[in-house]
C-alpha cells in the first residue's frame, strides 16, 4: 500500500493522470541563447524580422512573461541554474576568463546530476562558461577536467567561455578537438604571448573590429580578450559554429532516441562577435546581430524538426529562455546600434544585460510538451535557477537540505496547471534587486554614478529604488521616499533571503 501510495504521489508530481500515455519522464530539451532579450523574438513583440522557429514553440507550447535569468551576466546565471543556488552567494561567479577553474565543485548536485540520477542520458553541447580544470586553469594539451562530465553529464561538446575570449577551440569530453600535439596551445590573461600580432597593434590583420577592449589575441581575423598561441589545426571558423553546434545537438538526439535524455543546448547566438555564416548574413536588416537571431532561430527549427523526424515531439519537453538580457553595442563595432531603428531588444523592459532593470534578467521563455502543456501565455513569476527542484520533482527524484539552496519546485506553473510560480525572487546585476508580486525593491550601492553616456544602463544607484511593476514597467518612478514601509519590509526580507544562505 505504501508502495502504491508512493507512486501515485510521483506521477501527481509530474501532473499526469495514472494509465497516461505521455511518460511521466520526458526527454528534456533545454535550449539557451546568449544575449537574446525579450523582445528579441517575433512572438514577444518583434517585428523588424520574424522568429519562425521560437514562434512554433510559443504557438504549441506555453509562453512566460515574468521569467527569469538568475543574473544580468553569462557566466553567474549558468552557474545558478544548474547549481540552484543564487550566484551572489558564491565568490568567483563573475563573467570568467577563458582559462578560468571549474567553479562548480566537482560531484555537487546540479540540474544534471539530478536527471542523470534517475536514469537519464545527459549532455551538453555549446557555450559552457563556468571554468575548466583544477585551481590554475586547465592542461589544454592534456587532459582538460574537471568539467560538464564531473557535474553531471555524460558527454559534452563546448566552447570554453564566449567566442569573443581565448581559447578558440572546442572541447570534447576531456579534450580539445583536432588539437596537433605538435602545436601545443598556450593561453595568457595576463602578459601578451611574445611573436603573436594582436589587434591594438596589428588592425591590418582585421576583418572585425573592437569598439573597445578585445583587442588582444587574432583568430580568423577577429581580436578577442586575451592570448594565444598554438592549436592552428584545431581553432574555430566563426561563421559554422553556430552549424557544429546544431550538428553536435542533432547527433546527440539521434544517438539517444531510444532512451530518456536531457540535453542541454546552448548557443552562441546572438552574442559577440556576430559573424553569421553567408545564408543569414544581411538577411535580418538589423546589421550582424539581427542576423545571428536568425541563425539562432534556424538552430531552433533544426531540433525541432529533428525531434519531429524521429517521432520524439510528444515524449519531449523543450524549454527555450536566454542567460540574461540584450545588449547591443558589446566589444565590436558591428552596427548594431547604427542599424537597430525601431526594434526593441528588451520589448517595453527597461535596461539590458549588465543592468540590475527588469531587461537585464527578464527574458523570453517558453515551455512545450504536447499534448501535456496547454498552449497559452502564463504570467506566473519563475527562474530559470529552479530547474534543479522542478526537475527533482518531475523525476522523482529527492532533493537533501543542502542541494539546490534557491531553487523552487515551480513544476505546476510550468506545465501549465497552476497560475502561480514563485512568491518572491532576487535579482543580480552588480546590485540585487527583490521582486515580490508587482513590486521591485533595488537596494542601494554606495557610490554609484549613473552616466548617461554609458553604453549600457546599469541600474544602480546610491539611494535605495522602489517600482510597482503593474503600472510602471519602466521603472521610471521611484516611490522609495512615497512608501517608506514598503521600502524598508523589501529591504529587510531581502536581508533575512541574504542572511540565511538559502531561501528554498
Known amino acids: 500500500m505504501k508502495y502504491r501510495l508512493f507512486t501515485l504521489l510521483l506521477v501527481a508530481s509530474a501532473g499526469l493522470a495514472p ?73 568567483g561567479t563573475h563573467i570568467l576568463p577563458g582559462d578560468a577553474a571549474l567553479i562548480i565543485e566537482p560531484g555537487r548536485t546540479t540540474m544534471a546530476s539530478i536527471l542523470q540520477k534517475a536514469g537519464y542520458t545527459t549532455g551538453v553541447v555549446g557555450k559552457w562558461h563556468l571554468g575548466l580544470g583544477p585551481q590554475g586553469g586547465p592542461d589544454w594539451n592534456g587532459g582538460v577536467k574537471p568539467g560538464p562530465l564531473e557535474v553531471g553529464f555524460s558527454s559534452s561538446f563546448i566552447m570554453a567561455a564566449t567566442a569573443d575570449r581565448v581559447p578558440c577551440v572546442f572541447v570534447e569530453n576531456h579534450r580539445v578537438v583536432g588539437l596537433d600535439p605538435a602545436d601545443p596551445i598556450k593561453v595568457s590573461y595576463g602578459a601578451p604571448i611574445v611573436g603573436e600580432p594582436t589587434g591594438a597593434k596589428n588592425p591590418e590583420l582585421l576583418r572585425v573590429h573592437p569598439s573597445h577592449g578585445h583587442d588582444q589575441a587574432i583568430v580568423d581575423g577577429i581580436s578577442r580578450i586575451g592570448h594565444m598561441s598554438g592549436g592552428q589545426a584545431a581553432r574555430w571558423k566563426d561563421e559554422e559554429m553556430a552549424d557544429v553546434f546544431a550538428s553536435r545537438a542533432k547527433t546527440f538526439i539521434e544517438q539517444n532516441a531510444a532512451r530518456p535524455f536531457f540535453l542541454y543546448f546552448a548557443t552562441h547566438d546572438p552574442h559577440v562577435p556576430r559573424v553569421p555564416h553567408p545564408r543569414f548574413a544581411g538577411k535580418s536588416g538589423l546589421g550582424p546581430r539581427g542576423d545571428a537571431i536568425l541563425q539562432m532561430d534556424a538552430g531552433v527549427g533544426d531540433l525541432l524538426a529533428t525531434l519531429d523526424r524521429l517521432g520524439l515531439a510528444e515524449k519531449t519537453l523543450v524549454i527555450f529562455t536566454s542567460d540574461n538580457g540584450p545588449v547591443l553595442d558589446d566589444g565590436y563595432r558591428d552596427e548594431a546600434v547604427a542599424k537597430n531603428g525601431d526594434h526593441r531588444p528588451a520589448g517595453a523592459w527597461r535596461g539590458g544585460k549588465y543592468s540590475i532593470f527588469e531587461g537585464g534578467t527578464r527574458v523570453p521563455f517558453i515551455v512545450r510538451w504536447p499534448g501535456r502543456v496547454k498552449p497559452g501565455v502564463s504570467d506566473a513569476l519563475v527562474s530559470q535557477m529552479d530547474f534543479p527542484a522542478t526537475f527533482a520533482a518531475l523525476t522523482g527524484q529527492p532533493l537533501a537540505e543542502a542541494d539546490a539552496p534557491d531553487s523552487f519546485n515551480v513544476l505546476p506553473a510550468l506545465l501549465g496547471d497552476s497560475p502561480a510560480g514563485r512568491e518572491h525572487l532576487v535579482e543580480h546585476a552588480g546590485t540585487l534587486a527583490l521582486r515580490e508580486g508587482a513590486w521591485k525593491y533595488i537596494e542601494p550601492k554606495p557610490g554609484a554614478k549613473r552616466n548617461p553616456m554609458s553604453r549600457v544602463e546599469q541600474g544602480t544607484d546610491p539611494e535605495p529604488q522602489l517600482y510597482n511593476l503593474a503600472t510602471d514597467p519602466g521603472e521610471t518612478r521611484n516611490l522609495a521616499a512615497g512608501q517608506p514601509e514598503k521600502t524598508a519590509a523589501l529591504a529587510a526580507r531581502l536581508t533575512k533571503i541574504r542572511e540565511d544562505r538559502r531561501s528554498r
Open 19 to 91: 494509465g497516461a500515455d505521455t511518460p511521466v519522464r520526458p526527454n528534456i530539451l533545454l535550449i539557451y541563447t546568449d544575449d537574446l532579450g525579450y523582445g528579441d523574438a517575433s512572438c514577444y513583440g518583434a517585428t523588424a524580422f520574424q522568429t519562425p522557429s521560437v514562434d512554433r514553440l510559443a504557438k504549441e507550447g506555453l509562453r512566460f512573461t515574468d521569467a527569469h535569468s538568475p543574473s544580468a551576466t553569462c557566466t553567474p546565471s549558468r552557474y545558478a541554474m544548474l547549481s540552484g543556488e543564487y550566484p551572489w552567494r558564491k565568490k
